[in-house]
């Protein structure tokens, strides 16, 4: 029996749905449900319990329970169940949900040979995240499994119901992420010209603000309580159960112009300062609602317009916008975002399930017995194996009705040879057709699903020609994807020279479709022998950003280390052949071949983005207080000589990652910063490309200062003489289109650290900076031991023993703070 499996894993509710090639179901969870919360709850006994029991006994004891960790996926972030002594990963508490949602199919369901998994993940989704779901999948048992991007599914969704061509949007707004995808249908085929989206804009935000701006200051106002109580342990319980009971006021307010958010004494169980048992009665009007979470509603309104910009097209050019997702069910939120952008809007999905459908669709699409889950093919061919060359191409998958069988005549043949095709499935027969060049037969498939048909060729006295195989099978699909635009850039960080400043080869650019397979050749910048600690690093960043390089989102590191080979050495300039594919889900998978010492090394072991190198958002908030800090130094630096909007929205950014405090523990803020200094980060590249001649004088004047304060005075007369020249020739290339400005600033970086290199404090300090910060580092083991290796050669003042540590620091340091960028160098270079 076939079966193919669709599961929408989501950060608030996820579902499951099967689809055996004709017929869709949702399977429903234990209680009758449609969804199942994504929450796991374990109480003081041991007992593990998942979805709607989970999530309601959460907010009355948090520590026991576990929620929202899939904003976590691809994070170090560990997920502390406190009450009950337990520590789960982000993928761990992940396959929990998968187990249950998996429980919930049949056995001959689970147990089928043809089986195939797609689990769906936010298009804002980096490899890191992806690669955690894969993982995630893995634990729970799962056998064939691939992912597929929301915006996807919720167009192969839509498309099943679907017959109207034209122009649509998709607006997905979950509990934790909104997707949009722009998409076109023409007879039943549908291409994604464009998707976006928010990474943290969701349900759970909007609960987060209403809290924050109704329910605490209410609380406050009618009990002692810190002002910072929603942050503090001792008052946890109490900001859960006020976010839970606020949920529920919210889903009322669907229906209703107020609602109360409500929890009587013996729920909230917590006593303010002065002993005074707590409970809440705060009035929720929907107008309160409409204004809170209005910004996040016109941010989300603003990335709907941006995406279809980016297909090309204005929103008076699409048909409709169809809703999906919990937070969709309110309808003014939908009024707000069919009014400003003038499109109208749809519901014509389950917008509960609609990913889960969708994803159990394109799961029939697939061909599972490709390794790398590629499509199955739309086009079939069978021919003769004997003396007359004959053959047969038709349409082996189509969303048609109809489809066609062309035959295609060649040597041998002769005057009155005849074809048939007949049904397998109806007993109908097209009857014998004269057999020439280009005759077709026009064959109905009359219900979604498979459709077997025999084909019979005769030749002109009537005898049977030999074919390969008489047996074809056509399906007729609920929908076909001919097109899925990768979502981001992704690119390998390379240097052009040795010693260079890193830029960026493309794996692939924001549009191009997916999958996208193609091959390109690195120089090794240094030398790696057989067994040694040393490794050549293909960094990979998502992002458009150009240079810095640093300024992108970290994705990944495929290393090839001394200890992948047992012979030889990678000597420097050897060349690396890199074998890349982008998946339809944008996963990243590497192949990097050694012709010098006949040596491969593939992504799926040796890929370090998911192992020690994770950000912890619990353990690594200083780091990203000081890249807000040190992005807002950059912001207002700019702002001085230039004024721009898009400064002003940085700032913006950059004021809730001030908010962060390193001594307070708050994983789902510390990513928001995150994510908001990259924003930050992009804006300022925006900024650079509109008023390049007076940034680069930024740069060049901020150089100069540099050097003048910190480097100058080691110089050699000789090289102080060289830089000076360096200086004038970069003042005269400021106003060029070309990159020689930045290049000669690369040059100028390069010989200021070959000077303070020689200095022994200055070694000295590089390696206290590096050794305090963990989070830079790709992996987290490698970089404790070096740090000790590090110290011992402090204690003995053995400053050519740490030189040689901050060597190898460097070889496995993420990126640089932009601070610090004269230091970054790439150690593979371009081919």
Known sequence: MKQYVGIDLGTTNSAICSYDGENLRLWKSPDQNDVTPSAIYMDRRGNKHVGRRAYDSAPHTPDNAAVLFKRLMGSSTPVVLKAVNVTMTPEQCSAEILKALYGYLPEEARAAEDAGTVITVPAAFNQMAKDATLQAAEMAGFGKVALMQEPVAAVMSVMRGRKADGIFVVYDLGGGTLDVAVAESIAGRVSLLAHGGIAMCGGRDFDRLLVEQVVAPWLLEHFDLPETFLHEPEYLTLSRLATWATERAKIELSAKQEAIVALQETEVRTRDTQGTEIYLEVP????????????????????????????GYAPEDVERIVFVGGPTHYKPLRDQVTSKLGIEGSTEVNPMTAVAEGAALFAESIDWEDASRGRKTSKGTLAASGPVQVAFSYTARTPDAKARIVAKLGAGGSAGMEFQVDSVDTGWTSGRVPLKDGASIDVQLQKHGEHVFKVFAFDGTGNPIQLETSRIVMTRTAATVDAIPASHSVGVEVADRRGGRPSLVWLARAGDP?????????????????????????????????????????IGIMKLTGADFEEGVIAAEAELVCEYELSDSGAVILEVSVPSIGAAFHSGRNFYSRQEGQFDFTADTAQIVRESEVTKGRVEELAERIDDPKLDAAKNRLSSAAE????????????????????????????????????????????????????????????????????????????????????????????????????????????????????????????????????????EDDIDRLRGVVRELNQIRISAVADDEMFDVANVLRG
């Open 284 to 311: 929720l009007r929907r107008e309160d609602v409409d204004r809170i979470v209005g910004p996040k509603v016109q941010d989300s309104i603003e990335a709907t317009r941006e995406t279809i910009a980016r297909a």
């Open 660 to 795: 962060v405090k390193p001594d307070r523990v708050d994983a789902e803020a510390a990513k928001q910063a995150m994510d908001d200094v990259l924003e930050a980060k992009r804006l300022i590249s925006e900024v650079r490309k509109s008023h390049l001649k007076e940034i680069r004088q930024l740069e060049l004047d901020g150089l100069k200062d540099s050097f003048g304060k910190f480097i100058q005075k080691f110089a050699r007369p000789t090289e102080l003489s060289a830089i000076e020249n360096l200086f004038k020739t970069a003042q005269r290339a400021i106003d060029r289109t070309d990159r020689d400005f930045e290049n000669v600033l690369d040059e100028i970086r390069g010989r200021g650290f070959e000077i303070l290199w020689r200095q022994d404090w200055f070694v000295v300090d590089r390696f206290k900076s590096m050794a305090q910060e963990p989070g830079a580092f790709s992996d987290r083991g490698r970089h404790r031991e070096l740090v000790q290796r590090g110290l011992a050669a402090l204690n």
């Open 514 to 554: 997916l999958p996208k397979r193609g091959r390109l050749t690195f120089r090794a910048a240094e030398s790696l022998r057989a067994g040694s600690d040393g490794a050549l690093n293909l960094k990979l960043w998502e992002g458009e950003i150009e240079d810095p390089v640093s300024d992108n989102r970290f």
